[in-house]
């Protein structure tokens, strides 16, 4: 099961890079936000993925489940959804500024 989600991860991975490299701004918050959830699942998986519960006291388990993990991932959700809506309203705005969505025209370059 780790290993299909590792290669899940090396998917989406170069899915985030092919739309980072375009030109167009929102294929490039589109690839930032592709590649946060690669890492989400990175986490995850690096976490291990285990059966168990989870980690009271007082109860008696033969395994438990580590959190740390757990954890890291819901606050990398929480940060990668307010980057995520920041960079969406800074492209709106800039789109009407500018009234163009290509980086290259947004950086004043001649079109091709």
Known sequence: METLIIILVGVLTAAAIYLLLSRNLIRVILGTALLSHAVHLLILTMGGLKKGTVPLLGEEAESYVDA???????????????????????????????????LKAMRGGADD
């Open 68 to 102: 740390l993990p757990h954890a890291l991932i819901l606050t990398a959700i929480v940060i990668s959804f307010a980057v995520t809506a920041f960079i969406l309203v800074l492209a709106y705005r800039a789109y009407q500024e500018l009234g163009t969505d290509d």
